[in-house]
């Protein structure tokens, strides 16, 4: 299934401003996947298995969560969380901010032990913007403030900001232990209300064949040093134009064959692999 809403809460825009300028004071931390995004990419963990506020590393840890000294700075989003959501099988509760940046095409949870449909994530946007956006498998969508959203994040996806405003999304994820319904992550099941009404996005179809154009364009410049910059072109072409949202690594794979340089084909394909196919818990990968 892609992504869908699932609910809406309403928000109280003093008490969440409070908390938001709050969160402004929050640091900067390096993180595990940094490589993947551009601009500002930022992940603060309010609660985890760990209790350390630094702790970002997501991993499905038996024994509960506790809040850490995030969450506990920030008093509405904190009362949000445990008025509005079951804690049964929440294994992690963050905020995440995207300025002027991208996060790559990718899968989440193919790292870790269980089936990926025992994962089910959770937006709820405080802060955003019409130039956040997100993409799916299908579409290309702005998440608006308030709505309750499941990101497939076991599907490949996207996120996008471009614009140099804050985009403060609350990230809540629940792992269970067999099959579930969408409702029991809601402290009253009747909270879950899905809906198909979305901002989507129309997308403009390409006027030239782009997977016959691009990977030979690119394969001229395209070397260790202009690697990640083209990657990162070639990611952001599908939250405008209708395309695959994994053809941007297709088309780098392509181009890095082109160019004959055997070193670089097999970096574009491991790229590619890291992201949307496998890798081992707390495998990394430098671009
Ligand atoms: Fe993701």
């Known amino acids: 299934m892609t992504s869908t809403v699932i609910g809406s809460i309403e928000l109280n825009e003093d008490r969440l ?17 940094d490589d993947f995004s551009s601009g500002t990419w930022q992940n603060c963990s309010l609660w985890n298995a760990s209790e350390d506020k630094d702790d970002t590393l997501f991993q499905d840890r ?8 995030y969450g506990k700075a920030l008093p509405y989003i904190q009362e949000l969380v445990t008025t509005h959501f079951c804690f049964e099988h929440l294994i992690m509760v963050r905020t995440r901010n ?5 996060v790559i095409p990718h899968r989440d949870f193919v790292e870790l032990d269980k089936p990926v449909e025992q994962y089910y994530r ?11 956006l997100h993409s799916d498998e299908e579409k290309v969508f702005n998440m608006r403030k308030g709505e309750v959203w499941h990101l497939d994040a076991a599907l490949i996806h996207a996120a996008a900001n471009f614009s140099s405003n804050s ?40 006027d030239v064949e782009l997977e016959k ?17 083209v990657l990162f072109l070639l990611s952001k072409i599908h939250f405008e134009q209708q395309i695959p949202i994994r053809a941007g690594y297709d088309w780098l794979v392509e181009a890095a064959h082109l160019t004959g340089d055997e070193k670089l084909y097999e970096k574009a394909q491991s790229v590619r692999d890291f992201l949307i196919y496998n890798r081992a818990f707390k495998e990394s990968l430098t671009l």
Do not use: W
Not at 62 to 69: C, F, N
Not at 98 to 102: H, N
Not at 122 to 132: C, D, G, I, M
Not at 168 to 179: M, N, Q, V
């Open 17 to 33: 401003r409070k908390d938001l300028n709050i969160h402004k004071s929050f640091p900067l931390i390096k993180e595990e996947y």
């Open 62 to 69: 038996s024994g509960g969560i506790k809040i850490t000294e």
């Open 98 to 102: 995207l300025i002027d940046g991208m």
């Open 213 to 229: 154009e691009l990977p030979a364009t690119f394969a001229t410049i395209l070397t260790d040093y202009t690697f990640r910059d």
């Open 122 to 132: 959770v937006f709820v946007p405080l802060e955003t913007n019409e130039n956040a």
């Open 167 to 206: 985009r403060i999304f609350l990230c809540l994820d629940f792992s269970f232990d067999g099959p579930f319904h969408p409702k029991e992550i809601f402290r009253n099941e009747k909270e879950y209300q899905p809906s198909s009404i979305i901002n989507q996005l129309t997308l403009s179809t390409p």
